[in-house]
């Protein structure tokens, strides 16, 4: 699975995007333990070094939460992955590093690390603008299965809900409240990860591919989810 992507980096809507993006007060924001823990759990789950959590500004795209590389609050706007993934129509975006694939992104930083593998959904506002995306990076090229996009998916809309939450708190001054919800969150997330830590141990890995592996996975993600929904009432 690879994605087609449009001849420009920036998109004719892009303005509006922006202002969307800015509304939001996220973007080179200080990190945050919910959106750690998303990106920590996504890690897990797909069995990759990296994740992250972008958001797609003018020039640059600032990664709210990344796990598995340090020193990397951002990349400019061209050497991101992130930049061409908002554009697609896909609900996930799959690609490789090779710079035939996608030649609105220089290669560089991705090939001086040794990166090959990146798939990534993107984090919609209620809008339906794109803000960045929740991407998965590996070092080996591999193929992704529908379930596994399902997933990445469904993750990618928590995520985006947890960022219109944070924004309705902190809007109100309502720092304390936020507090509680993260705190409450990762404790629905943390259920995922203890049941990602027992099925890698139980099988020398996680098979999304086996119903009965991601069923519970699916189960789980939806205490997340019923979380955030009486929240964002």
């Known amino acids: 699975m690879t994605s087609n992507f449009p001849a420009s980096l920036i998109p004719e809507h892009d303005a509006a995007r922006l202002r969307t ?14 959106f750690d823990d998303y990106v920590a759990w996504a890690a897990q789950l797909f069995g990759v070094p990296i994740a992250l ?13 990344l796990t598995g590389a340090t020193g990397l609050p951002s990349l400019a706007r061209n050497e991101s992955m992130c930049s061409a993934a908002i554009l697609s129509s896909d609900a ?18 991705a090939q001086a690390i040794g990166l090959n593998f990146y798939a990534g959904a993107a984090l919609v506002a209620e809008d339906n603008s794109r803000l960045g995306m929740l991407a998965i990076i590996g070092k080996e090229a591999r193929d ?34 936020w507090e509680d919800a993260q705190q409450e969150l990762s404790i629905a997330l943390d259920d995922n990860a203890s049941l ?27 205490s997340v989810a019923h979380v955030l929904e009486r929240r964002l009432v």
Do not use: M
Request: hydrophobic letters at 45%; aromatic letters at 8%; glycine letters at 2%.
């Open 21 to 34: 993006l800015h509304q939001f007060q996220i973007v080179n924001t200080t990190p945050e333990r919910i």
């Open 53 to 65: 959590i972008s958001l797609v500004d003018a020039d640059q795209v600032w990664f709210k939460a």
């Open 92 to 109: 996930v975006v799959v690609s490789d590093y090779k710079p035939e694939r996608c030649e609105l992104i220089k290669p560089d930083v």
């Open 144 to 177: 992704f299965s529908a379930i596994e996009a399902e997933l990445l998916t469904r993750l990618a809309g928590l995520v985006s809900q947890t960022i219109e939450l944070r924004y309705r708190y902190l809007a109100a001054d309502q720092l304390p409240e």
């Open 196 to 222: 990602a830590r027992y099925l890698a141990t139980r099988s020398q890995g996680i098979d999304l591919s086996d119903a009965s592996v991601a069923r519970p996975i699916i189960q789980r993600l939806e």
